[in-house]
């Protein structure tokens, strides 16, 4: 079993900047994979980014350029820079780590982008 922490979120305006933090314990090195995922109200939950235990990245269209995931395997931690945040980018934020057999999900943090 995997176990994931979300810190970081909050109130931030428009053309701000704010970093999630995924804290993992449990079952470290069954993960090959991080990522974060949004839900919006009455929205899907949809890919945010996604990093591989290589350092592989992948971005959703409507944050490339603007956000950052990385990871710092000596801390068991995830992370996701925001920059440039939209009202749009307003949502929960959840971290999920992938083994080979298993999702496993954070309790989410909210992100509000407001003036």
């Known amino acids: 079993q995997v176990q994931l922490v979300e810190s970081g979120g909050g109130l931030v305006q428009p053309g701000g900047s704010l970093r999630l933090s995924c804290v993992a314990s449990g079952s470290i090195s069954s993960i090959v994979a991080m990522g974060w995922y949004r839900q919006a109200p009455g929205k899907q939950r949809e890919l945010v980014a996604t990093?591989?235990?290589?350092?592989?990245?992948r971005y959703a269209d409507s944050v490339k350029g603007r956000f950052t995931i990385s990871r710092d395997t000596a801390a068991n931690t995830g992370y996701l820079q925001m920059n440039s945040v939209k009202p749009e980018d307003t949502a929960v934020y959840y971290c999920t780590a992938l083994s080979l057999s298993k999702a496993y999900w954070g309790q989410g943090t909210q992100v509000t982008v407001s003036s």
């Open positions: 990093i591989t235990n290589t350092d592989y990245t």
